[in-house]
Nanobody
Framework: QVKLVESGGGLVQPGGSLRLSCAASGSIAGIYAMGWYRQDPGNQRELVATVTSGGTKNYADSVKGRFTISRVNAENTVYLQMNSLKPEDTAVYYC??????????????WGQGTLVTVSS
C-alpha cells in the first residue's frame, strides 16, 4: 500500500519558522509532482507550493519569499520550510503527490494532514 506520511506541524509564534516533511512509502515506481496544500475552517483547501520531479516549483502568492519547497527524489520525500510565519498561515497542511505504484497507473494521494498554528 502506497501512502504519504507527514510530520513537523505544531505551535509557533508569529515570525517563527517550521519545517514540514512528507515521505511516500510503499512499492513506488515513480512520483511526478509533490506538494503542500492547506485548509482552515470555513475555507476551501488551497495550494501552498508544488515541485515536480524535474525541480519546477510553484508557490501561492501569499507564501512567496517566505516558504521554500524542496524534494529529495531518491527518498520520495518533500519538505516545506516555512519562515516569517503569520497568524493567517494557521491551517491544516496536507501533503499531496502524484504517485505511480509498481504495476499501476498514477494515483493522486493525500497525507493525513498536520496542524500548523501561528499564535502568540
Amino acid at each position: 500500500q502506497v501512502k504519504l506520511v507527514e510530520s513537523g506541524g505544531g505551535l509557533v509564534q508569529p515570525g517563527g519558522s517550521l519545517r514540514l516533511s512528507c515521505a511516500a512509502s510503499g512499492s513506488i515506481a515513480g512520483i511526478y509532482a509533490m506538494g503542500w496544500y492547506r485548509q482552515d475552517p470555513g475555507n476551501q483547501r488551497e495550494l501552498v507550493a508544488t515541485v515536480t520531479s524535474g525541480g519546477t516549483k510553484n508557490y501561492a502568492d501569499s507564501v512567496k519569499g517566505r516558504f521554500t519547497i524542496s524534494r529529495v527524489n531518491a527518498e520520495n520525500t518533500v519538505y516545506l520550510q516555512m519562515n516569517s510565519l503569520k497568524p493567517e498561515d494557521t491551517a491544516v497542511y496536507y501533503c499531496n503527490a502524484n504517485v505511480r505504484p509498481r504495476g499501476r497507473d498514477y494515483l493522486e494521494l493525500w497525507g493525513q494532514g498536520t496542524l500548523v498554528t501561528v499564535s502568540s
